[in-house]
């Protein structure tokens, strides 16, 4: 089966920066995709080299900085380097945002299990 690619991407639909599940190839332009809005699932053409935001986060060298270990009951910021005891895994914090039950969490890409998100500022 066939591995879904996604990026982010401004959707003129609904008019800001969206993840994009990219559906097809432009005939005649190489730098040309269909892709299908995650949110609005509108679906459009956009150009890879204009309307894709890269989302590469380097994690060269991160085990080596200043690591926090993580808890669910500490609060972090965007950028900070943390450490997952659990996984052995360093990242970095690239992302917060709410859940829908209210709790707060960060979206970490992780140098070995990717892109997670977690709870943070967990009140017990």
Known sequence: MARIKNVEAFCSFCNGLRKMELAGEVVG????????????????????????????????????????????????????????????DFGKVVGKGTLSNGHKSIAVEFQKSGHKKLIESLIT
């Open 29 to 88: 332009n190489e730098n040309k995709r269909w892709a299908k809005c995650k949110k609005c699932k509108h679906t459009m053409i956009i150009d890879l080299l204009e309307d894709v935001k890269e989302t590469k986060v380097s994690l060269e060298g991160i085990e080596n900085n200043e690591c926090i270990k993580y808890s669910p009951q500490k609060s972090y910021e965007i950028g900070q380097s943390i450490y997952h005891e659990n996984w052995n």
